[in-house]
């Protein structure tokens, strides 16, 4: 694997990404340089040194830590004589292996299509060899148009197929909000414990659980019950990361926007990442291209088992809102879920109902969304004050036949 960046955390990162498909990193290279060689990135004196270690080491194939260009791929293999990938590659390859769905599935593919897409460019001379004079096109150029013509065609495929899906996604989303229950995505640089905080909200052990990178890229929906009794949901989503490729970002564009539906973002860092604050700056951004930025946001720091205690008071200090839990230990989850409570209610009313005697067994069709705050019974029934969303509360005032009494803020 290779880099000339000036980059420790990234390169760790790509060396995570490659132990995700099994693949073993036998030596890490850096070099410095203000600007990449147009030719072969590396320089040309560079890459000859770097051809030598190869043959030495047997290397199967070089890894740049960054998005190189078809020229300079090309000339890099002609120098070492092993295939070159580069970090986009990689990430490709890292999600090709954990998408399970047929969206996430399908997804991967329109990536991969884009980014090869302009890579074919250049090629045609290579496939002319073969023959071809003055004014026409040699036979290496035809087969050259007709791939790109089928890969134009797959990628309108696929565009229309995800978009079919996305709209399967919407009328779920609907009735997500004709049901009136509250959700609240969970979202961070991928690895900060994101599937592993859902399983401990939800007990749900069918969750894959995972310490490699984008072991979830479909969302992940749980119900969890909150203190005050009532049902939300709870959203997993795929993880961010550094120099994601423009082709999967508009391939996932569907699923972040997601996020955007959300009543409440729970933003999870791994506290014991020595980059937790440049991996928070990252997700943080991500947040703001999704336009979600206006969304409630809590930020909770994970993996508290793992930092010393002087760690841990230096960082509460700076981040007194923040919250911190052990989503692995279980540590802090109630004082989670209880701030979520508190978060939810900001945007909820309050309504009073008086509520007679045969109907209030209706309330319990309602429990799952409203706060019951207090009530008084008497012979006739009962004055209860509910907290919940205003659409809730206007079909429970139908519900119990206009039996609003006063209504508060």
Known sequence: ????????????????????????????????????????????????????????????????????????????????????????????????????????????????????????????????????????????????????????????????????????????????????????????????????????????????????????????????????????????TVGFIRKVPHSIIEAFKSTLEEISYSDLIILLADVSDPELIQKINVAEEVLNELKAESIPRLLVFNKVDLLSKENLERLSDAYPSAIFISALKGQGIDVLLEEVCRVLEKSEAEWEFFVDAKRLHLLEKYREKITIKGSVFTDEGAVVKIRAREGVLKKLMKLLDGGMKTCES
């Open 1 to 236: 694997m290779l880099t000339i960046e000036n980059d420790e955390t990234s390169c760790e990162e790509l060396v995570n990404l490659l132990a995700n498909i099994d693949a073993e990193v036998v030596e890490v290279i850096e070099q410095k340089r203000e600007f990449p060689d147009s030719r072969f990135y590396l320089g040309r004196g560079k890459a000859e040194a770097v051809a030598e270690k190869i043959a030495h080491l047997g290397i199967d194939y070089v890894v740049i830590d960054s998005e190189i260009t078809p020229l300079q791929a090309k000339n890099l293999e002609k120098v070492f004589k092993v295939p070159v990938r580069d970090r986009t590659q990689v990430i490709l390859d890292v999600f090709a292996k954990h998408a399970t769905t047929r969206e996430g599935k399908l997804q991967v593919e329109l990536a991969r299509l884009q980014y090869e897409l302009p890579r074919l460019v250049g090629e045609g001379k290579s496939l002319s060899r073969l023959g071809g004079g003055v004014g026409t096109r040699g036979p290496g150029e035809q087969k050259l148009e007709e791939r790109r013509r089928r890969i134009h065609e797959r990628i309108a495929t696929l565009r229309k197929e995800l978009q079919e899906l996305r709209k399967n996604r919407e009328q779920q989303r609907k009735l997500r909000l004709e049901n009136e229950l509250a959700t609240v995505s969970i979202v961070g640089y991928t690895n900060a414990g994101k599937s592993c905080l859902l399983a401990a909200l939800s007990s749900d052990p069918s969750i894959t659980v995972s310490g490699r990178l984008f072991s979830t890229l479909s969302p992940v929906v749980r119900r969890v019950k909150l203190p005050d009794g009532r049902i939300v949901l709870f959203k997993d």
